[in-house]
């Protein structure tokens, strides 16, 4: 048997952990709270990990919640994952596979969305899945996923405040199948939609946008060289919702988000492009004014390299997000000003 720790290495433990000093007795032990939450003095994060480990609570000191999730979700009981649970708007920020055309061709629960190649719902086992907590301390957490028998992969997420408003996300996947699959992250936060969007074009750089099959898009702006997202757009007649689905080709692979006196920046590594499926690009904008029984809703996606993964075998990728104050105003003039000195070389 392995020796018990002296009391003094307990509360070295406990400090470092986030947890009350010494060990506690079986009868003092509770449960986890359904919201793990990450601070500093400037910055909160909240995750879910019983929800499938998503993001649903990022705020500065005295700020909104810049991500879209309700926290009437955020409770248990937790719907069940599995095969037939359906989609809801959790929200938040969520990791999917990609492309979109391949979630249910790579299993064979489900033999008719395989045939149909369903584009939707999302993977429902990992949409739900009940994420352990291998590791947690006030400013980063390390929390594991069992495997989904959708896509075969087996998740790892570390999450880790690395500055005062700065966050450090990283999610690995393993193939936990005998067999290959082929896949790519595709990384989606649901923002406020009352905020904008803007990404700076590469040449060429709107492959396409993908418009509802009844209806208008949702209107976007390009004004000096950005791809620009408004808010406030309202449903088309009848409460026809109004949709715009923008694949882009950036200059870099970075999304600025401005809401009120707060900018929120979501950024990867920028890569070639060849590295990516066809039918992705590294950002995407996704947008809806809603109408009807649906929310109005803005997404912010980057999407990862496309990688064989043969059994045992793992990807990871890696994004940062910081959030700045603003000092000016709710115009994409004043909001491109800004961006373009934040942007411009030292």
Do not use: C
């Not at 400090?15 to 986890?32: K, Q, V, Y």
């Not at 395989?114 to 947690?136: G, I, L, N």
């Amino acid at each position: 048997m392995r020796p018990s720790p002296p009391r003094a290495l307990w509360a070295f433990f406990g400090l470092a952990l986030g947890l009350p000093i010494g060990p506690a007795a079986p009868s003092e032990r509770r449960p986890m709270p359904p919201v793990l939450r990450l601070s500093n003095p400037a910055l909160t994060l909240g995750l879910v990990p019983g929800l499938g480990g998503r993001i649903v609570e990022l705020r500065v000191e005295g700020g909104d919640n810049l991500l879209d999730s309700d926290p009437r979700s955020w409770q248990e009981p937790f719907p069940p994952a599995d095969l037939r649970t359906p989609f809801e708007p959790w929200n938040g920020h969520t990791y999917w596979v990609g492309p979109q055309s391949e979630w249910w061709t790579q299993q064979d629960m489900d033999p008719e969305r395989r045939s149909a190649k369903a584009t939707w719902p999302p993977d429902p086992f990992h949409e739900t899945a009940r994420y352990q907590v291998r590791e947690r301390s006030r400013s980063r957490a390390r929390l594991e996923s069992p495997p989904s028998p959708i896509t075969g992969l087996r998740r790892k997420l570390e999450v880790e405040l690395v500055g005062a408003r700065r966050v450090r996300i990283r999610v690995t996947a393993t193939n936990g199948r005998p067999t290959p699959v082929a896949w790519s992250f595709y990384s989606n936060t649901r923002v406020r939609p009352d905020g904008w969007a803007y990404v700076r074009l590469a040449p060429d750089g709107i492959k396409r946008i993908d418009g509802p099959r009844d209806g208008s898009p949702y209107p976007h702006r390009v004004v000096r060289g950005f791809f620009v997202s408004p808010p406030g757009v309202k449903p088309g007649p009848a409460e026809t919702p109004l949709t715009a689905d923008a694949f882009l080709r950036p200059v870099e692979a970075r999304i600025a988000y401005f809401r009120g006196h707060q900018l929120f920046l979501k950024r990867t590594e920028t890569f070639s492009e060849v590295r990516l499926h066809p039918e992705e690009t590294p950002v995407e904008i996704y947008r809806s004014s809603g109408g009807g029984r649906d929310a109005a809703l803005l997404e912010l996606e980057l999407h990862g390299p496309y990688e064989k993964l043969p059994p045992g075998q793992a990807m990871s990728f890696e994004e940062t997000w910081d959030i700045l104050d603003y000092p000016g105003t709710a115009e994409p003039e004043a909001h491109l000003d800004f961006l373009e000195r934040l942007y411009a070389p030292n």
